[in-house]
């Protein structure tokens, strides 16, 4: 499998959330190597995929915080210690081997001394265009995300959506797009008040009050019709790409064949965070415990329990008591 790696790593973290990212930068500081596994295209778990531009007020040190820039502070703490980062790819099986945990992923296998399932509300992934025989343009012009700006260069752009993601697309594109249209079924958007004001000014066409019908073209998206969900009037427009941003879905999915021990849709832990599976520990949304609480404030408390109680899981002879922070960061 394409993305295979033979060496065993320490710890594999199932989750690029808060739990999963303030994880990894704790697990650097105890000298594990790990990786962050998550389905989604970038870090930064509900905060990323669901309320970006929402305030948050309730995180120790931010009075008030940005959901995108505590996103892009965790990430930055996170690397610190340069863990493997692995994104769209969703942890499909975790089995026992030996004494190593094989996880298989959509893309790979990897084999780790330890696991912390981080895994929030479950595996991300973007709600499909409700359009008969979507799938098939998928790869041939139809996206569910933008990765790199630079390969819609010079193309005609359809964006559909009006949250956070399709405004926010929308106007990075503008760089590079030969033209953007902002697809949308509403006239009010979900999105940031500032953002959308910026795209009604800028050269972007908005079409709202309309919702996709079909996709056309061959071996690529050539075009796409649209109609007015008042009207019925249709108008096809032609396009190179469809980047559709219509939301994401969650799924405990695969998980929930682990053999983990749950409650609901949550696993259960002890104080020391561990599953019912040894060296398997859990922390954040996905983890519960007498008195939990799902916040961000206590996926980041969390974290650095199961960490911890991880390296003893490895190293017996390890101190529990992390060394303070300014020992283990130059
Ligand atoms: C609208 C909204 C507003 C909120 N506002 C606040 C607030 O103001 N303050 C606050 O403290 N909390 C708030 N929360 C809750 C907060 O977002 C969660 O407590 C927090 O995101 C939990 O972090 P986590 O890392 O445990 O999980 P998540 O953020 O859910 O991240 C889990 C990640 O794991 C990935 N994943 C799951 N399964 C797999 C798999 N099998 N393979 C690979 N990847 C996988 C997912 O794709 C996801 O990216 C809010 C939540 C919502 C929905």
Redesign the pocket.
Known sequence: MANSDERVMDLAI???????LFAAFYAGLREMDCTI????PELG???A???PE?Y????AGFPSVRARELVDRCVQQAMRFEPGVRLE???RHLDREGDLWRLETNKGLYRARTVII???????SPRRLPVDGSEQWEGKGLYYGVGNLESFRGQRVVIVGGGDSAVDWALHLLDVAESVTLVHRRDGFRAHEESVNQLRESRAVMKLFYEVRSIQGDDRIKSITIFHNKTGEEETLPADAVVASIGYLSSL???ADWGLEFEGKQIKVNSRLETNLPGVFAC???CTYPGKI????C?FGEAPIAVSHAKLHIDPKARLQPAHSSEGVQ
């Open positions: 199932i989750g690029g959330g808060p739990a999963g596994f998550d389905s989604l778990g509900q905060l995929a669901l309320y929402k948050i007020h309730d995180v790819e969703t942890v981080a895994a929030g509300l479950g595996a991300f999915g695969p998980i954040g949304d996905i799902k916040l961000i404030a996926a």
